[in-house]
Nanobody
Framework: QVQLAESGGGLVQPGGSLKVSCVAS????????MAWYRQAPGKQRELVAA???????NYADFVKGRFTISRDNAKNMAFLQMNSLKPEDTAVYYC????????WGQGTLVTVSS
């Protein structure tokens, strides 16, 4: 069974940066499109960014130009570099495949506040 573990969240001031990480175990990671999702309090989970097996990326409009998704297939890891953070980016961030095929991890909380 695939297990996902996210880390790297925390409290950051508006305009600041943060990089969150995800490690997947129990799978052949490199065969899957990976994605980052987020869920803010009282809202539904939404797609933030995705990266294909070939390295092509896509971003939600609300993070374009600010966030960068990447992956390290040798380490079964995905990353999300977040710059120019805004209070509305506050959420729990999760990784999963592009089709949400795996059981969700615990996520990592990102709080943007002064």
């Amino acid at each position: 069974q695939v297990q996902l573990a996210e880390s790297g969240g925390g409290l950051v001031q508006p305009g600041g940066s943060l990089k969150v990480s995800c490690v997947a175990s129990g799978t052949i990671f490199r065969f899957f499109t990976m994605a980052w999702y987020r869920q803010a309090p009282g809202k539904q989970r939404e797609l933030v960014a995705a990266i294909t097996t070939g390295g092509s990326t896509n971003y939600a409009d609300f993070v374009k130009g600010r966030f960068t998704i990447s992956r390290d297939n040798a380490k079964n890891m995905a990353f999300l570099q977040m710059n120019s953070l805004k209070p509305e980016d506050t959420a729990v961030y999760y990784c999963n495949t592009g089709t949400m095929a795996w059981q969700w991890g615990q996520g990592t909380l990102v709080t943007v506040s002064s």
